[in-house]
């Protein structure tokens, strides 16, 4: 078996984050996906500015449209636009984003392959042997950026680790009569513990319903029928369902040498539904940590445990926002967009700094609304 540096099962972009720093290191890396790319991907597709400024490299090529506003809903005839003087966020098409950042990765020196199932881990001396349908791979590391389902982390963790829990979003490509996309919408109307979505796309807008609650069923016939009421006549393509990870701020930061990133490791924000960013932070801090073990550094596991301290921190946070924002949601759209809050909660969303914190603060800010309102009946 040839031996690598370090293999990165999954070639999304957690999976590409982490190849593309190692590769760049001067580091023998391989990436592995049973997928064959262009793969289609259920997701948004937005990209926030804290996403842009992690990325190694400019997605330009692939943006379809930039917005720098976002309009968020209660119910019909109920909604706010929270406004910025920059772009909040950049929409892609997940399918041409992976396509993208997997050629770039391949450039920065990153082999791939494709390759079945994973069938097993096992250790030889310090390496790990990655035991796939028909061949095997050996490498001093491994990152498992395979996603929700992924097989690194029930091999090494068990079917049904306590910490891990998943969300799931339902979405839809449509494309209305007159050709234009609307503004960036969130909805916290049609679902329980979550919102419905509309990301703009230039020649085509996708539409979908996420909850972070397991307890809440989306369907086909429940997406169609929001479309259908939000727009009336128009085109639905493709309808796809995706698992979100979520619960990487109770995980183990590691197990010796198996790293567990983006969604396989939980690092989805449970607030915002937002997986792109702890993809590629979390992708990062493993080749970093990685990088400085062969390099002569300390241990592996401990610098990725303190790599991803602060975003495990603020997962956290956003768990408790997430828990009170979407048990109260009409106490929650109210501070949401309660003029006090509105340019802070864009930037926070765009950059990424202090959301979780913001979001408490608009949990103290409602409660005394709700306080004072009834003090006023």
């Known amino acids: 078996m040839e031996r690598w540096d370090a293999i990165v099962v999954g070639a999304g972009p957690a999976g590409c984050a982490a190849a593309y720093d190692l590769a760049t290191a001067g580091r023998a890396v391989l990436l592995l996906d049973r997928a064959e790319f262009p793969r289609h991907k259920a997701c948004a597709g937005g990209l926030t500015r804290k996403s842009l400024r992690a990325l190694r490299y400019s997605v330009?090529?692939?943006?379809?449209e930039t917005v720098s506003a976002i309009v968020v809903e209660k119910r019909r005839g109920q909604s706010a636009t929270l406004a910025s003087r920059n772009a909040v966020c950049a929409m892609t098409v997940r399918q041409e984003l992976d396509q993208y950042c997997l050629e770039q990765t391949l450039e920065a020196g990153a082999e791939f392959a494709r390759a079945g199932p994973i069938a097993g881990l096992g250790r030889d001396g310090d390496d790990v042997v990655v035991k796939a349908a028909e061949v095997n791979y050996r490498a001093r590391f491994v990152v498992g950026a395979d996603g929700v389902h992924s097989r690194v982390r029930q091999l090494v963790y068990g079917d049904g680790p306590g910490w891990f829990r998943r969300g799931f979003a339902l979405e839809a490509e449509v494309r209305t009569a007159d050709g234009n996309a609307p503004d960036l919408v969130f909805d916290l109307a049609p679902v329980r513990r979550g919102y419905g979505w509309v990301f703009p796309k230039r020649d085509h807008m996708n539409v979908g319903l996420y909850t972070e609650s397991g307890d809440e069923k989306l369907d086909r016939p429940r997406l169609v029928a929001y479309i259908g009421e939000r727009f009336g006549e128009v085109r639905?393509?493709?309808?796809?369902?995706?698992?979100?990870g979520f619960g990487a701020e109770h995980a183990p930061p590691a197990k010796e040498s198996i790293f567990l990133v983006g969604d396989a490791g939980g690092f989805a924000d449970p607030l915002t539904g937002e997986?792109?960013?702890?993809?590629?932070?979390s992708g990062q801090a493993a080749a970093a940590a990685i990088e400085g073990e062969l390099g002569g550094g300390s241990s592996a596991q401990r610098a990725f445990a303190e790599l991803t301290a602060q975003l495990r921190q603020d997962l956290l946070l956003s768990a408790s926002g997430a828990r009170w924002f979407y048990g109260n949601p009409e106490l929650g759209y109210r501070a949401l967009t309660a003029p006090v809050f509105r340019g802070a909660v864009i930037n926070a969303y765009a950059n990424g700094t202090k959301i979780a914190a913001l979001a408490n603060?608009?949990?103290?800010?409602a409660r005394v609304f709700a306080t004072t309102a009834q003090a006023e009946m």
Request: no cysteine; charged share 10%; hydrophobic share 50%.
């Open 60 to 64: 330009a090529p692939v943006v379809r």
């Open 275 to 281: 997986g792109i960013y702890g993809a590629i932070a």
């Open 361 to 365: 603060a608009i949990r103290r800010f």
């Open 236 to 244: 639905v393509g493709q309808i796809t369902g995706q698992y979100l």
